[in-house]
């Protein structure tokens, strides 16, 4: 199926069930008329950060099932795919055979090899402080061959995501084959994870580096056009780089909506909100919750800084069962600009303030991504935290179907998928229809989304945490 503007679910091949056939019946069973696509969060053999370390993308990995489990679900819903552009597991065959072959390897232009890519093979101290980093020190890791040579290779993240050589030849072809393979799976969305990261340059942040990344944003566009997908890129930075985005006509994610929409609640004003509402682009994917924490650089100068500084606070004071040590290394927390919590959780698990969070989601631009611990009203898993000692495991809940059958019996979960179901039914949230924002005073929001007669309107007391709707 091609996109459509219903909401879209994330949620692992697993976490809905055991598995995709799983995952297929709890759709149908609980979630058909509430979900209109389904990010499957990555599928494939992968050896490390949940999916995020794929092994290879021509086979789904066998304890989800496999690429037919797939295709039946894209028959009732479009379908999300993640690309990792950007980097390669270290156990994937491509980095097997360079470890086995180096030079002689077929592979051996698929990484970035600090001898090729440095002048003198390795960066200055100031070369190393301009690039935009998620280590204390320049991102390798050693390749050690088996010939017992050993050679510094380009590693941005985790040391089993090896980063790919997005310039080379043989890179190239691999991204062009593994997109045609997407699309020719059902594919309608193919989400490019980690993009801004995928093009490095020597004397620059190596983050987002323009003209290039452009090129290859559009290289991408052009394989995938041609069979009607669209891309998405994913990126956590400032709002800034995701109206660029937007205004090359690209689709893009709200990932600003978040930390906006906890501090309208948390301190009963939406005047940041309500500037974001008015200014956010038709053609963005809007959401609360992903896979991941959630982000604080995205919000920077959308409020002043001590907002910003005061809403984390609350995330932690007034949110349920969100503790600071859960977003440091003790925690193995790559990213220090994302809390990890729930959205219920970090709203207090308090029913009124989450289903009125969501309204504001459902009603602002774009198409809504509703991730599958928040459609279930998710408290924080901390069992899975300690058990794991991973902080985002924490929004990362493995529900069984007995589970899910007995949480869509919660009131909080029935009233969040009658919403739902709302938002995808009435004619008034046209991706191209108006969308108007009042706000009478500074605790009561108004948001008037409309096309042609028909309208639907949300009228918010972000103090008392009620909203009514009228529509047409």
Known sequence: MKLTNKIMLITYADSLGKNLSELKEMLETYFHKAVGGVH???????????????????MVDEQFG????????????????????????????????????????????????????????????????????????????????????????????????????????????????????????????????AFAYAVKKANTSCFFVEPEIWNLLHRIEAIVKKHDVIILPEIHEHYSIQMKIANQNFWIYDFALPVLVLNALYFGKGTYLKKWLEMSPKHQFTTLDTHDGIGIVDVKDLMPDEEIDQTKEMMFSEGANVKKIYNTAAYNNLDIYQVNTTYYSALGNQDDAYLLARAIQFFAPGIPQVYYVGMLAGCNDLE???????????????????????????????????????????????????????????????????SGADYAVLKADLVKKTFTIEHS
């Open 40 to 58: 499957i969060l990555p599928f494939f053999p992968s050896s490390a950060d949940r999916g995020f370390a794929p092994m290879r993308y021509d």
């Open 66 to 193: 496999t690429y037919e489990d797939v295709r039946k679900i894209g028959e009732e819903y479009y379908l999300m795919f993640d690309f990792m552009v950007n980097h390669i597991s270290r156990q994937s065959p491509y980095f097997k055979d360079f470890l086995e072959k180096k030079d002689a390897s077929e592979y051996k232009d698929f990484f970035i090899r600090y001898k090729d890519f440095w002048e003198n093979g390795e960066p200055t101290e100031e070369q190393v402080d301009l690039i935009y980093k998620r280590k204390p020190r320049a991102p390798y890791i050693d390749a050690d061959f088996a010939d017992g040579s050993s050679e510094k290779v380009w590693c941005t993240f985790g040391e089993e995501q090896i980063d790919l050589n997005v310039e080379s030849e043989a890179v190239q072809k691999f991204i062009e084959d593994t997109l045609e393979l997407m699309c020719s799976k059902n594919a309608s969305i193919i989400r490019l994870d």
């Open 384 to 450: 899975l935290l300690e058990a794991t000692k991973e902080g985002r495991n924490i929004n990362r809940h493995y529900y069984s179907k007995e589970e899910i059958a007995k949480e869509v019996e919660r009131p909080v979960v029935k009233k969040l998928l009658e919403l739902m179901e709302f938002r995808n039914s009435h004619p008034a949230f046209d991706v191209e229809g108006d969308i108007a924002v009042e706000l009478p005073e500074e605790g009561l929001l108004e948001i008037r989304r409309s």
